[in-house]
């Protein structure tokens, strides 16, 4: 009776029904106990983790709070052993610079005299450091100074006038102690941040005060500490004052308020945060006075019904502090540890188990008999058995399963036989057309190779006698200028060559990533510098911008993009008539960092700004580069090895892009109508560029308004790295000869084109090189074998023989592993490079080549030695009359306008200290301007000078 009335009861009613008594008996019994347990369980937790997280913070003061102290009593050492004098401030300098360095918690440390004179070591937020001075006697000015690495000034960063140290708080509050103490807490007026400093006064042998010492701790260092601790999920600690001033906080509030142009403490009970706050009122309405709190207290109170942990610890150090560290935790935090308590009600279930698996076993017999038999029938049907069926009379969900089961097997049956077949006839005619890409692949490879040596050889000779031609000293400025058109034109060619080359390689996959350590801002110099006269020519303005933090040294592929930045700055100038063309370099942040976008947006307003006229660039761009020099120094140190993304736009002012033109604007050999009515170009620029950036881990993008101009937008990752790990560049020289007493060096010059030997000969025969020739490996081999020259310029195609055999047989005798051989090729194949060495060349040269490459490699391969051109002795009467104190306005408005107006004033007062002094501050800015001063002066050249000081004004 009672299978019969299950058979007609839904399988999830009679599943489900029994499991849900059983379980809601269980788990109520297990709840009430548990929460018994868990009230306990959370007071205990409370208490352990509030005095462990006080007693930590505790500790931790007495450490920071020791070090300033330690650090005056080691500078009161050396007073009273004579090391240093307090009437002598100078030598103090380097000795504080050192002292700040040590610890990254102490602001500054610093020593001021009864004279009024200051000096102090200042270890800013940042990480750089300054040296800070107050000289009574030329005025009483505060002056901060920018330092190097050994401690020494450098620029100054920052005048504050009419400063009086002896007027500080803190020096009158070691004049009134008489000993080592605190001063009160205090807002730094170089940075915000709170800052409390330990000072000592120092007496003389006549108890006679002759200064202060002074160490100043950063309260940020101990808010910092206490957002270290984990205090619970929301739990807070903070520092006060018997006053009620908030000193630190774990939480992210600064402990001081901007009220007009002052920054000011504030009481804890005016804090932001609510669960400070909150604390903070409990504490007065329950001790009234905080100066009434002596011990150790251990409170809670409520806040919206939600009872919180409150622990207050008093803190004194014996030399004027009196604090309180308070912690306060929400019992919220603490109420998963209630199901910790729970393992002990596991055995008051057992019994509820036993019912409940008795019941189930029961249930589940009834429920998976049938659906063991489908296991089976799936199991015989995976095997290939497709006629097996389930014979059921039962009229529930299974039963219905097991129609739809026998159902599923037959039409499964016909689905395999369908799609075996198909799979059969897919795989035959994938076959087939793997095969046709292979042997397309092959012809692509093969045309690639043809063409790079068919187009470049020939090239070769053009650019290579053209170089030759403009050297000549017979040549009229008309033929001079016709050569210059040649060269030209060979380089627009083989640009174009390049340009179809790489688009062949990158459709054929053979374009790779060739990353390179370099100078970023380098590059963008280099850019500028080429494109300059272009844009002058236009009447067009060229301004380049990179936001202050993109690193100066960067590893990625540099000529990949140096050639993309270059395409779309050719682009740019082709098509803008009017108006400029901007570049503008920035790192890539991501969308949910909300300070770092806010940061990016900023440098964007900047750079936009940056736009807006041309007297406003040049500041700009060396307001921007002096930044970014201060940046690369302050990073240098700890590069990060992550890599990260650049973001570069190339915008200008042209006429734009249509709508309908933007889909396809990166297809090969596309090209906008306003490309078409230039008649410029080939379409391949802009599809090049994308391929490489899409190499370079980047994408590239376009927007553009017809009648307003056109944005080119890309990313790159690239990485950071070190100043150091950039290879230095050598300038190129030309070479005018041979070194004396050298040996005669017999050269073989092996080609099948009589001008690609030529060319070699016109190079090499007026240094006095011993040449011959040889059209073939053949001629090459006999050649060698009878006159045994010293190196082979080998090319490695050719007929009867190529240079490959002819390399393998020379290098295949002892007398040919002396012989140095160096391929000449005009394949653009990265990989032939690794078969025309594993051939036996000792270096690998393509053509087009330079002809400063080639003799590098004779000089490397044979040890030429030769005699260059000295690039220097050009500037050589330029440098003699800046000796001589000859100077233009030009060199005084490359100065700072503040050192231009100490100069003149010095010079109107006939200051002779002040004049000198303002010529050393100008010698940190230009030596070469600053010793033609010093000339001048001696020489009694005042009015020289002030005349130029005018002329400068009037330029402005």
């Known amino acids: 009776m009672v299978s019969k009335i299950l058979d007609k009861l839904p399988l999830r009613t009679v599943l489900i029904v029994p499991f849900v008594l059983q379980i809601v008996g269980a788990v109520g019994l297990v709840g009430y106990l548990s929460f018994r347990n868990g009230q306990k369980a959370v007071n205990n937790l409370a208490s352990q983790l509030m005095s462990e997280v006080s007693l930590r913070v505790e500790q931790n003061l007495q450490v920071y709070l020791t070090t300033p102290h330690k650090i005056n009593q080691s500078k009161l050492d050396a007073v009273k052993l004579g090391l240093l004098k307090m009437e002598n401030l100078s030598a103090w300098e380097k000795y504080l610079w050192r002292q700040v360095q040590l610890y990254?918690?102490?602001?500054?440390?610093?020593?001021?005299?009864?004279?009024?004179?200051?000096?102090?070591?200042e270890q800013l937020s940042n990480g750089s450091r300054t040296m800070n001075a107050i000289e009574k006697s030329t005025g009483a000015n505060f002056y901060s100074y920018n330092t190097n690495d050994t401690g020494d000034r450098t620029t100054i960063a920052t005048v504050i006038k009419n400063i009086d140290n002896r007027q500080h708080s803190s020096y009158k509050a070691a004049v009134k102690a008489g000993k080592p103490t605190w001063s009160p807490a205090y807002v730094s007026f170089l940075e915000p941040t709170l800052i409390i400093s330990a000072i000592q006064p120092v007496y003389s042998d006549k108890n006679q005060l002759e200064g202060v010492l002074i160490a100043a701790l950063r309260l940020d260092y101990i808010g910092r500490f206490l957002n270290s601790l984990k205090i619970g999920k929301s739990g807070q600690a903070f520092i006060i004052d018997r006053q009620g001033n908030l000193l630190a906080t774990s939480t992210a509030e600064k402990p001081f308020r901007i009220r007009g142009k002052e920054k000011q403490l504030f009481k804890v009970a005016e804090s932001h945060n609510p669960l400070t706050q909150a604390t903070a009122k409990f504490l007065s309405s329950h001790f009234q006075k905080l100066n009434q709190i002596k011990n150790s207290e251990l409170l809670n109170f409520k806040i919206n019904g939600k009872r919180q942990f409150l622990k207050v610890l008093p803190f004194q150090d014996g030399k004027g502090l009196d604090w309180l560290i308070v912690v306060v935790v929400p019992e919220a935090d603490f109420t998963e540890e209630i199901d910790a308590n729970t393992r002990t009600t596991i055995w008051l279930c057992f019994a509820a188990l036993v019912v409940a698996v008795s019941i189930g076993i029961q249930t589940s017999r009834w429920v998976t008999n049938p659906i063991l038999r489908l296991n089976i029938a799936a199991k015989n049907i995976a095997k290939g058995e497709w006629d097996t069926t389930i014979e059921s009379e039962r009229s529930?969900?299974?039963?219905?399963?097991?129609?739809?089961?026998?159902?599923?097997?037959?039409?499964?049956?016909?689905?395999?036989?369908?799609?075996?077949?198909?799979?059969?006839?897919?795989?035959a005619e994938l076959a087939v057309a793997k095969d046709k890409a292979e042997v397309a692949n092959q012809a692509k490879s093969t045309f690639l190779a043809n063409m790079s040596h068919e187009l470049r050889s020939p090239l070769n000779a053009i650019l290579g006698f053209s170089q030759l031609m403009t050297r000549s000293q017979t040549l009229s400025p008309e033929h001079q200028e016709n050569i210059s058109i040649i060269s030209s034109s060979g380089e627009h060619l083989l640009t174009l060559i390049n340009n179809v080359l790489d688009l062949s390689k990158i459709e054929s996959g053979?374009?790779?990533?060739?990353?390179?350590?370099?100078?970023?801002?380098?590059?963008?110099?280099?850019?500028?510098?080429?494109?300059?006269?272009?844009?002058?020519?236009?009447?067009?303005?060229?301004?380049?911008?990179?936001?202050?933090?993109?690193?100066?040294?960067?590893?990625?592929?540099?000529?990949?993009?140096?050639?993309?930045?270059?395409?779309?700055?050719?682009?740019?100038?082709?098509?803008?008539?009017?108006?400029?063309?901007?570049?503008?370099?920035?790192?890539h942040y991501s969308g949910g960092n909300q300070q770092a976008e806010g940061e990016k947006n900023e440098l964007s307003e900047e750079s936009k700004n940056t736009e807006n006229s041309a007297s406003n660039n040049l500041k700009q761009s060396e307001l921007s580069h002096s930044e970014n020099a201060s940046y690369a120094t302050k990073h240098d140190g700890s590069p990060s090895v992550s890599s990260f993304f650049l973001h570069f736009e190339v915008e200008d002012t042209g006429p734009g892009i249509a709508t309908d033109e933007l889909d396809n604007l990166f297809e090969a050999f596309v090209q906008t109508q306003t490309g078409?009515?230039?008649?410029?170009?080939?379409?391949?620029?802009?599809?090049?560029?994308?391929?490489?950036?899409e190499l370079m881990g980047g994408e590239i993008s376009v927007c553009s308004a017809v009648g307003k101009g056109t944005n080119f937008k890309f990313d790159i990752q690239v990485i950071a790295v070190d100043a150091a790990d950039i290879e230095s560049q050598k300038p190129t020289r030309n070479v005018i000869a041979l070194e004396p007493n050298q040996h005669p060096y017999r050269i073989l010059i092996v080609d099948d084109k009589p001008l690609n030997r030529q060319l070699l000969i016109k190079i090499l025969h007026p240094l006095g090189f011993e040449l011959k020739e040889a059209t073939n490996g053949q001629e090459a081999i006999e050649i060698w074998d009878s006159w045994e020259p010293h190196l082979i310029w080998m090319d490695m195609r050719m007929p009867v023989m190529d240079g490959y055999e002819a390399t393998q047989y020379i290098k295949g005798t002892i007398k040919g592993q002396a012989t140095a051989i160096i391929a000449l090729t005009a394949s653009v194949l990265e990989e032939e490079r690794a078969v025309i060495l594993s051939?036996?060349?000792?270096?690998?040269?393509?053509?087009?080549?330079?002809?400063?490459?080639?003799?590098?490699?004779?000089?490397?391969?044979?040890?030429?030695?030769?005699?260059?051109e000295d690039p220097g002795q050009a500037n050589l009467s330029a440098i003699k009359e800046r000796d001589?104190?000859?100077?233009?306005?030009?060199d005084f408005v490359k100065l700072p306008d503040s050192l231009v107006a100490d100069l003149k004033l010095a010079i109107l007062n006939a200051d002779m200290d002040l004049i000198d002094s303002s010529i050393e501050q100008i010698r940190l800015d230009d030596a070469v301007t600053a010793s033609a001063i010093a000339t001048c002066i001696e020489n009694f050249e005042y009015d020289k000078i002030l005349k130029l000081i005018s002329q400068t004004s009037s330029h402005e």
């Open 104 to 121: 990254p918690y102490i602001n500054f440390t610093a020593v001021g005299n009864e004279n009024g004179d200051y000096r102090s070591g």
């Open 396 to 427: 529930d969900e299974l039963g219905e399963l097991t129609k739809a089961f026998n159902s599923m097997a037959q039409q499964l049956q016909q689905s395999f036989e369908t799609l075996e077949h198909r799979v059969q006839e897919r795989t």
């Open 510 to 587: 053979r374009t790779t990533l060739n990353p390179k350590k370099f100078d970023l801002y380098r590059l963008l110099n280099d850019l500028e510098d080429m494109f300059q006269l272009k844009a002058h020519d236009k009447h067009l303005q060229l301004v380049f911008y990179h936001s202050p933090d993109v690193p100066q040294y960067v590893e990625t592929d540099e000529l990949k993009l140096r050639q993309i930045s270059i395409n779309l700055l050719n682009n740019a100038l082709k098509f803008t008539n009017e108006g400029g063309v901007s570049v503008r370099v920035s790192k």
């Open 676 to 693: 078409k009515d230039s008649q410029e170009g080939t379409g391949l620029g802009l599809p090049i560029s994308r391929k490489f950036v």
């Open 839 to 868: 051939a036996g060349c000792d270096a690998f040269m393509r053509k087009p080549f330079r002809e400063a490459d080639i003799f590098d490699a004779m000089h490397k391969h044979i040890g030429v030695r030769y005699i260059y």
């Open 884 to 890: 001589r104190g000859e100077m233009s306005a030009t």
